[in-house]
Structure formats: structure tokens, C-alpha cells
């Protein structure tokens, strides 16, 4: 079975049985909301969701509709306990202030602001990164913004409450238990069955990927004891996915095509 919209498609190579109790929550409940044209990456945290669009422009869900974020051309924008920042096409990193992204140090490809305040994310080198709270909480103000690198190679880097996700070049993923990686020198990953282009963590702790082929998956039988998780269960739609993001109950997709859904659960 497959989803799109309110639509349910029978699809002889998917296994509906075991996949069709956490289904049920989202077959019936997708819909588009308020579409913006070729929309590219999307990202929700504390009850806000942000955008970039193919062109790379930033915005923000206003009632019935986008608005445009800022005046900064942003390659992927985030937002979270840490508030919204982004990062443009050179890799430069922003951060939004009283009405517009402002400028900060450092060089990043993605970044995800879903931490407990703090932000993270990787460089082109697949280096790994966070800023601490305390920094960007307060920013901007004087003085220099140190980044602290951490160890391993990432090609996308996304934390919640009870871990931090990552995959790297070769599509392996990753998850580091979150209070560790923010208080040691040494980060220890466990590598998780499965591959992916991307993994996304929900501010509740939610772990949803997407693989090269477009395909959705969620991690189940996560706890603060097993950050690992269990199992991945495919969330099915009839066409390729680009990227997710979930918060307060809502995965929101972005096809391949540009196309927006929002999923309640």
C-alpha cells in the first residue's frame, strides 16, 4: 500500500501486513497543506515549519500559506528549541534575528536545530560539528563562536532527546546517545542496520530517514535506554521522497517533484 494524499494505491511489492499498525495513523490522515512551487527542504520544530524552495528562498507557514523568511538566499533552513538558522549555497551559516538571518562564523553544509538548544551539523569535508547553547541562545554578541568538532564523518547530522542521527557517504547511519556527545571529547557511534541519505530526529525523539530511492522509514522501540531503536518500519508513498521532518504529531514530506504533504499521526 502506498499513500498520497487521501489516496490508498494497492502496490503488489510492499508488504502491508506487517507495516499496517503504524500506518493507520497516517493513511488517512495526509493532505496537502498550503503548497509553495518546487519546494526543495523542509524542517519543523516547536511548532513551527520552515522551507527552501529549488530557487533558494526561505520561508515559514503562516496560517494559509508560505511567507517569505528573511531576505538571505538559504540552502537549508531549521528550526528548533535553538531557534531558526540556515545555511546558504557556500556554506555559509545564519542565524534569524529580529527579522532577518544574520551572519555567524563558521562554514557549514546542514544544520539541524532540533537539540536541546544547542545546533549541529556537517561541512563539506563531512566533518561534524555543535554549537553550545549558551552561544546560540545569546546570539549575536561580541566575541568569537567557537564550534566543537566531533569525532567521526557525517554527511547529514540531526539530534533529539534521546540521541543524536547521522548517515554518512556510503548511506551507513548512526546514532550517539545526545548527552554524551555534548559533554565528552570522544563520540561513540552505533552503527544501525539499514541505509540512508538523511535521518531526521522530532523534538519528541522521532527518527524518520529517507534512502536513496525516495523511500520513508521510521525507527521504532526507541527509549532513553535503547537510543538505538528496534526495527524500521517503511511509511510507503507513491512517489519519491526528498526530505521529512516530524514535530507534535506531524511528518511533513517534501516529494521529489516539489510537492508538499503533511501527515498527521
Known sequence: MCVFGHQLIQKDTMNAVATFLLLLSYLSNCHAPPQQPSAAQIDAGQGQVVMTDSSSNAYFLSGSGWSKLGTVPLSHVTVGPAGIWGVDSFDKIYKFVRGDFVSVDGLLQQV???GNEQIVGVNSADNIFCLKSSITLAYPQPGPVAWTP????LTYFSCGPNGCWGVNSADNIYVTVSSSIFTSSKTSWTQV??????????TDGSVFVVNSNGDVFQRTGITSSLPQGRDWVQIPFCLPVKHVSYDLGHLWV????????????
Do not use: R, S, T, W
Open 112 to 114: 539541524d536545530a532540533g
Open 150 to 153: 566531533f569525532d567521526g564523518l
Open 193 to 202: 542496520p539499514g541505509a540512508a541519505k538523511m535521518a531526521e530526529v522530532g
Open 254 to 265: 517534501v516529494m521529489e517533484i516539489g510537492l508538499i504533504l503533511d501527515c498527521q499521526q
